[in-house]
């Protein structure tokens, strides 16, 4: 089964400062990673997705994630924090053995950031 | 342009009674999928509909159920409510049914407690 592993539940960094935020996958075939963000009391936003083209993967607001094949992990950053980054955010995978569309979350990463 | 709207936003029903959420998708998207979210986990996959037709289901008991609408609206039905299932449904929307590319769009989710 594939399955991601959210190496941190809680991560705190002052503004203007990086931000790194750690995820390890476990994946039979090459997989579709995805960073979605969740500010309290809102829907998910998917930050970027991964799947298979450009290793490095830009996303939206400043974000990024580098997708390292040799040490299964797909960490996002960010080089200079924002207060309103301060928000949860998920690492996903897409389970590609369903035929359907269901993507494993892990278990999240609390974003702090302090003035 | 309406993004995925759900309703309602908070309910709280006692064990053992029945609750309905409802879902609208994004114009134009046919695919509807729902989620799970306990308080300080990720999201977990429920359900998901194409074109009116259950196409995947997680691991969940037979007291969940779903129904598409030939609008690509959706509802989800919890029967027989247990304090297990207190947490965020979140509904999502795309375009396709399968594959691992398409986006997920989704919703503000409906919070539900179970006293």
């Known amino acids: 089964a594939q399955s991601v592993t959210q190496l941190d539940s809680h991560v705190s960094v002052s503004e203007g400062t990086p931000v790194l935020l750690r995820c390890n996958y476990s994946?039979?075939?090459?997989?579709?990673l995805f960073w979605y963000v969740q500010h309290p009391n809102k829907g998910l936003q998917l930050l970027l997705k991964?799947?298979?083209?450009?290793?490095l993967v830009k996303g939206i607001n400043g974000f990024e994630a580098e997708f390292k094949k040799s040490e299964t992990s797909f960490h996002l950053t960010k080089p200079s924090a924002h207060m309103s980054d301060a928000a949860e955010y998920f690492c996903?995978?897409?389970?590609?053995?369903?035929?359907?569309?269901?993507?494993?979350f892990g278990t999240g990463t609390r974003l702090l950031v302090s003035p | 342009d309406a993004g995925v709207t759900q309703s309602p936003t908070h309910l709280i029903k006692t064990r053992g009674q029945q609750v309905t959420l409802r879902c609208s998708p994004i114009?134009?998207?046919?695919?509807v999928s729902w989620y799970q979210q306990v308080l300080g986990q990720g999201p977990q996959f429920i359900f998901q509909?194409?074109?009116?037709?259950?196409?995947g289901r997680g691991n969940f008991p037979d007291r969940f159920s779903a129904r598409q609408f030939p609008n690509y609206s959706s509802e989800l039905n919890v029967n027989a409510l247990l304090l297990g299932d207190s947490a965020l449904y979140l509904c999502?929307?795309?375009?396709?049914?399968?594959?691992?590319?398409?986006?997920?769009?989704f919703g503000e989710g409906s919070r539900l407690t179970v006293l």
């Open positions: 999502a929307s795309s375009q396709q049914t399968g594959g691992n590319t398409g986006e997920l769009f």
């Open positions: 994946s039979s075939y090459s997989p579709s």
């Open positions: 991964y799947t298979s083209a450009a290793t």
């Open positions: 996903v995978v897409s389970d590609q053995k369903t035929g359907f569309q269901k993507l494993v």
């Open positions: 114009s134009g998207h046919k695919s």
């Open positions: 509909y194409y074109e009116k037709e259950e196409r």
